[in-house]
């Protein structure tokens, strides 16, 4: 594979040429020649490559550091062809990325009227991904979230920016397209979230990701290192060896011990050997990312270990039992093959939750006896154990949405349709046995009835 994005600024990125040699010489201070992303790096940095990704003042790239998603939007919208300086650009271009800002702009004031904390030197940036598509107003929701008055930026997870990039390379439709479940899922599949699992899947059979030891760590956050793999992976012409990043083997089994020193134990099928953890190597425990000194005996563990035997990306899973509560908002919930509740917390993670016949239900503080009585966008507090829900309790709202029709996506479950609202774009949620989707029209101008985000009746 190598899919190039076609960009409709031409005259803006070069990422569509040839892909020079990888760079032998070190380029920032803090990625030496051995790090897993030493090439990938060099690669998004170049300027020939558009340079979307750069390092700070003092040449130091932060590999490891996390990425926020207003961050997040200033590389992806680089890479799709958004200049600030448009000197010497065609009139054609200039005249994209104002329309695109003209469009977004009240929608990012409503935006910055409601955060504090809202980052306005990005607006034109995630105007014009808005406008090209890449993400969608539920993902500029997510950018900044609020717990009682505390305002946090949430870092994109793995899921979330895979799902940005195949939309930036015009893989979007083929993704909606994907036939699930796929032939070999992920070993962590049951934590993708519905919403990106086409996404996730597609983007692993273009090439763009491929997972450490059959895991995806779909709610991890990305690194600015990681990120640049993918970028590479997606936009350079020839696919990079997996020894270009230095990962050779898959190790697979239980921690047998945990050295002071970053070497870890591991049990697997063939013994048990101690490997060292290089540098920036990224470690991640039940999908969050954490330092070697967070590691336990007994852990499940998947490793990359590069030619030189190092451990460059490790995934681990407790086998303890967990109690937590989680508060966000349902986002899905399917019966077959098992019962399962798929929540997006206010840090903007998505959890798929299994229910059982004992899980208490309630909503708008009356007791449920039928999970058909939750409604896509319910406000929900969940107690679980072992990622399955004990108690939740949902919260319901009741309003209308008045819009023109432009989009229609038809599901088993559920059909979602797209309005244009005067502020913007969103979407909702029809049951079958609720309405005809297939009466509707693109161009339509609808009122919508709305319980949370499920549509109620339409006129």
């Keep these: 594979m190598k899919k190039i994005i076609v960009i409709m600024l031409s005259a803006v990125l070069l990422i569509s040429h040839a892909v020079p040699a990888l760079a032998q010489t070190q380029t920032f201070r803090d990625v030496p020649a051995s790090h897993f992303a030493f090439d990938a790096i060099n690669w998004v940095s170049d300027p020939e490559n558009g340079s979307f990704m750069v390092g700070d003042a003092g040449n130091n790239f932060h590999p490891g550091r996390r990425i926020n998603k207003f961050e997040a939007a200033q590389i992806y919208a680089v890479a799709a062809g958004f200049r600030h300086v448009t000197h010497g650009l065609p009139e054609s271009d200039r005249a994209l990325f104002a329309r695109?800002?003209?469009?977004?702009?009240?929608?990012?004031?409503?935006?910055?009227?409601?955060?504090?904390?809202?980052?306005?030197?990005?607006?034109?940036?995630?105007?014009?991904?808005l406008y090209r598509e890449i993400i969608t107003t539920d993902d500029v929701r997510g950018f900044v979230t609020r717990v009682d008055t505390t305002e946090q930026r949430p870092y994109i997870t793995r899921q979330q920016a895979v799902a940005w990039i195949v939309r930036l390379v015009d893989e979007s439709e083929a993704a909606q397209e994907f036939s699930l479940p796929p032939p070999e899922p992920f070993r962590d599949?049951?934590?993708?979230?519905?919403?990106?699992?086409?996404?996730?899947?597609?983007?692993?059979?273009?090439?763009?990701?491929?997972?450490?030891?059959?895991?995806?760590n779909p709610v991890a956050h990305f690194t600015r290192a990681e990120m640049a793999v993918v970028f590479n992976n997606a936009l350079a012409e020839?696919?990079?060896?997996?020894?270009?990043?230095?990962?050779?083997?898959?190790?697979?089994?239980?921690?047998?011990?945990?050295?002071?020193?970053?070497?870890?134990?591991?049990?697997?099928?063939?013994?048990?050997?101690?490997?060292?953890?290089?540098?920036?190597?990224?470690?991640?425990?039940d999908n969050t990312q954490r330092p070697v000194p967070f590691l336990r005996e007994g852990m499940t563990v998947a490793a990359l270990v590069d030619a030189r035997g190092y451990i460059v990306s490790l995934s681990a899973h407790s086998i303890a039992e967990r109690e937590r509560v989680i508060q966000g908002v349902i986002t899905d919930f399917a019966e077959y093959p098992d019962p399962i509740l798929t929540i997006e917390s206010q840090g903007g993670d998505s959890f798929e939750l299994r229910i059982l016949s004992e899980t208490q239900f309630s909503r708008n503080d009356a007791r449920l006896t039928n999970l058909h009585e939750l409604r896509i966008g319910d406000a929900v507090t969940v107690e679980t154990y072992n990622d399955t829900i004990t108690r939740a309790a949902a919260l319901g709202t009741f309003g209308t949405a008045e819009g023109r029709l432009s989009e229609i996506r038809i599901t088993e479950r559920f059909s979602e349709i797209t309005l244009r609202l005067e502020d913007g774009y969103a979407s909702y949620f029809i049951r079958p046995d609720v309405f005809d989707v297939y009466e509707l029209r693109i161009g339509m101008l609808l009122s919508a009835n709305l319980e949370s985000r499920e549509v109620l009746d339409i006129r």
């Design 189 to 216: 599949d049951a934590q993708i979230s519905h919403a990106f699992r086409r996404y996730v899947y597609h983007a692993r059979d273009l090439g763009i990701i491929q997972g450490a030891g059959g895991y995806m």
């Design 238 to 285: 020839e696919e990079p060896e997996a020894a270009d990043i230095g990962v050779t083997t898959t190790v697979s089994g239980t921690i047998t011990s945990v050295h002071l020193d970053s070497r870890v134990g591991i049990e697997s099928a063939i013994g048990t050997e101690i490997f060292p953890v290089a540098q920036n190597a990224v470690v991640t425990i």
């Design 100 to 129: 695109s800002f003209e469009t977004w702009l009240p929608f990012l004031d409503e935006m910055a009227a409601e955060y504090s904390s809202w980052s306005r030197t990005v607006d034109r940036e995630i105007a014009f991904l």
